[in-house]
């Protein structure tokens, strides 16, 4: 099993461009989830998902947006890149919505110039 | 609201000796608890977890927890340090009345382990 994918592991954007970070996992899990990694801030929840066609927010959704139109695919869009949203992303899963430890993609590092 | 403090930004030790990474945490109902590593350039890794039962946890590569409901703490602990122990560490928590996965992290503790 692959686990989760995270695409693109690096990304350069100009403020105001707008891209989407893909990720994909392949053990059937129930919960997906996006959040960001800032140095001395520890990872902070974006957003968050409970199935297909169910996503909510988490503790700092401001300038991204979700989808979930199938289980294995749970990609995170910016609209308008801010040099603020300068990053590591990780998308992580888990099987319950509920319960259960999280499994984590490599991370994708985005740098907003 | 639910909160992790991690107090030491940094943790030295030598090869061998024993060490203990410190967490601390705040949920309005009963916690569960987790630690996660992260090696440079890597995802998180799960380690271990308090749900409920045994206060001591045991994990991944010798790795131990005590959970301590009096103190809110979660200390990770092993009995002796390998120099590839040396990575950050994060603990995360979440409130287990009810609602989602939704996990909270401490900032991180970077654990260094000397020859």
């Known amino acids: 099993n692959a686990g989760v994918t995270q695409t693109p592991k690096f990304q350069v954007l100009k403020t105001g461009q707008s891209m989407t970070l893909q990720c994909a996992q392949d053990m059937n899990h129930e919960y997906m989830s996006w959040y960001r990694q800032d140095p001395g801030m520890g990872l902070r929840l974006i957003h968050y998902?409970?199935?297909?066609?169910?996503?909510d927010q988490g503790e700092v959704p401001n300038g991204y947006n979700v989808s979930r139109s199938t289980t294995e695919d749970f990609p995170l869009r910016l609209l308008s890149a801010a040099p603020s949203q300068t990053s590591v992303y990780f998308c992580?899963?888990?099987?319950?919505?509920?319960?259960?430890?999280?499994?984590f993609g490599e991370g994708s590092r985005l740098t907003v110039l | 609201a639910q909160s992790v403090a991690q107090p030491e930004d940094q943790v030295n030790v030598a090869e061998g000796n024993p060490l203990t990474v410190k967490c601390t945490y705040s949920v309005s109902g009963n916690p569960y608890l987790f630690w996660y590593v992260q090696y440079p350039n890597r995802g998180l890794q799960f380690l271990l977890k308090?749900?409920?039962?045994?206060?001591l946890v045991k994990g991944s590569y010798g790795f131990e927890a005590e959970f301590n409901k009096s103190q809110t703490s979660f200390h990770l602990k092993k009995p002796s340090a390998l120099v590839s122990d040396s990575a950050l560490y994060f603990c995360?928590?979440?409130?287990?009345?009810?609602?989602?996965?939704?996990?909270?992290f401490g900032a991180g503790t970077r654990l260094a382990v000397h020859p």
């Open positions: 992580a899963s888990s099987y319950s919505a509920r319960t259960g430890e999280l499994f």
């Open positions: 308090y749900i409920t039962g045994d206060n």
């Open positions: 998902s409970v199935g297909a066609g169910i996503t």
């Open positions: 995360a928590v979440r409130d287990g009345a009810g609602g989602y996965n939704k996990l909270i």
